[in-house]
């Protein structure tokens, strides 16, 4: 098998890969990446291997990606959410809130992707936001040693 065998499947027209439907999944992210939209919309990009599914129409080996809007009102609460995790400080305590700022996420994004290679536990599920439209909640979870 060519070392190149993704370029197979890979989808050349645009450079959005699929998201994630409701379960349970272990990932390895493969990058993290910035986007500025043509109307000052603000994206951070967490790129990522599906290891495991608990989800049959999720494959394993496949790449996937969430996508946050940061404009949006939870874009930095969900930013700031998924650094926490991937630095290994568990997001829903309070102490760690001051510990994960800018500085952080710049170097999230930076050449050396400090998170590439990281294996992260992922729960995907379907809710409805305020504004009553379907929307897919990431919870992201560093995996214990």
Partial sequence: MSKWHKVD????AGDKLPNMLPGTFKVRIDR?????G??????????FEVLESSNEDIEVGKFYSQVIKYNQTMGPI?????VMAAS?????????????G????????????????LVMDLQCDNITT??????TKYTWEAVED
């Fill in 102 to 117: 800018a500085e952080e996420v710049e170097e999230s994004l930076s050449d050396e992707q400090p998170f590439s290679g």
């Fill in 32 to 36: 993290i990446k910035d986007f500025e």
């Fill in 130 to 135: 305020q504004k009553n439209k379907p929307f």
């Fill in 38 to 47: 043509f109307q000052g919309d603000l994206f951070y990009i967490i790129e």
């Fill in 78 to 82: 969900n930013v700031k959410r998924f």
């Fill in 9 to 12: 499947e890979a989808k050349a």
């Fill in 88 to 100: 290994g400080l568990d997001p829903n305590d309070s102490e760690n809130e001051e510990a994960i």
